[in-house]
């Protein structure tokens, strides 16, 4: 049951606290929660309202001001909450907007799962429900509440597929299709080796338009990108559905911040998103200066701006890699020069 999550108003109870470095994060606690800007707020909620379902949406335990207007363009509710106070407070709060409710939940992280009601709405204790991975449990409660969910957002794969390739604007190509193709195992996750994409660039067309639709990984998309090239080039984005690639302009950096380092004759790229603006889809300024030497791009981006970035130092550069943070390499997505073919691995220097 594939799904997508959408921080509504990040905190430090979520992605923040088992992700990245730890002086970072508590520097970030160390923040007033819950502050968020009306500009951030309208942002958000035009997300869940325009949303490609299913989505789900985690929202702070600690509302203030328009904050709860987030949740209007929500159809269910799961309320955890931590106490009789906590409880009524949000009960409260949640009168009248018409959510329908999933589940009551009280949260003791140390206490034994108690189901109190089945149905209609499921109620009772959860416990286990602790930071430290080692420390969690599983009980009744969570197996009760993910067969709800289930029950709610039950669309398998193919299925989400076949609704989201409907509105795909450009011929489509599918991570499935190409792993069927290549005989790479097919699950509710499809596993690439970056030596699969030197058999992806033998079964792709150069230059012709394509609407990719998948959650491979960054350098597969990439990859695809620039083989498209001069063609336009579309992705699926969990958040804001079908986007065609847009362009990339040699120019002042203003919806990124681009550290640049040479290492080895090789011209690095660190990327970051600019904290002054956000980053909607749209034209990308970048101020490398072009030359005709490998480029690597690394940083937590969204895959369309990996994608677009491919596009513009392809058409100069001598080849292109993407930093994979996770297998701690970098892989080449696009090459014209025989000592860096597509999908060679390099070690980080």
């Not at 987030?70 to 709060?93: A, M, N």
Request: glycine share 8%; hydrophobic share 40%.
């Amino acid at each position: 049951m594939p799904q997508s999550l959408l921080r509504a108003v990040p905190d430090d109870d979520g992605d923040w606290h088992y992700g990245g470095d730890r002086e970072i994060f508590y520097r970030l606690c160390s923040y007033k929660k819950g502050d968020c800007s009306t500009a951030f707020l309208d942002y958000i909620s035009q997300a869940i309202e325009k949303r490609w379902l299913p989505l789900l949406v985690d929202v702070s335990g600690k509302f203030q001001g328009d904050q709860l207007d987030l949740i209007d363009g929500c159809t269910h509710s799961i309320l955890l909450y931590r106490d009789d106070e906590d409880y009524l407070k949000w009960r409260d709060r949640l009168a009248g907007i018409g959510l329908q409710p999933v589940a009551e939940l009280r949260s003791e992280p140390d206490a034994a799962d108690q189901i109190l009601e089945l149905r209609p709405v499921l109620r009772g204790t959860i416990g286990g429900l602790k930071r430290e991975i080692e420390n969690r449990r599983v009980g009744a409660i969570f197996g009760a509440l993910l067969d709800r969910v289930a029950g709610i957002s039950h669309y398998n794969a193919l299925e989400l597929e076949r609704i989201h390739l409907i509105d795909a604007p450009l011929p489509a190509l599918t991570e499935r299709g190409l792993a069927d193709e290549l005989g790479v195992p097919v699950g509710q996750k499809i596993f690439w080796e970056p030596w699969h994409l030197a058999q992806i660039e033998q079964r792709v067309s150069v230059g012709k338009p394509y609407a990719f639709y998948g959650h491979g990984s960054i350098w597969l998309t990439a990859m695809l990108a620039a083989y498209a090239w001069p063609a336009p080039y579309a992705v699926f984005d969990a958040r804001f559905g079908w986007l065609d690639v847009p362009p990339v302009r040699k120019g002042p950096e203003r919806n990124l911040k681009v550290m640049y380092s040479q290492r080895k004759g090789d011209l690095w790229l660190d990327i970051k998103l600019s904290q002054q603006n956000g980053l909607e889809p749209g034209p990308i300024s970048i101020s490398a200066p072009l030359a005709d030497v490998g480029v690597i791009l690394s940083g937590q981006l969204p895959a369309w701006v990996f994608a677009a970035l491919t596009r513009f130092f392809a058409q100069t550069q001598a080849w292109v890699g993407v930093d994979d943070m996770d297998l701690d390499c970098v892989i080449v997505v696009w090459s014209k020069t025989v000592s860096h073919p597509v999908g060679r691995v390099l070690a980080h220097q």
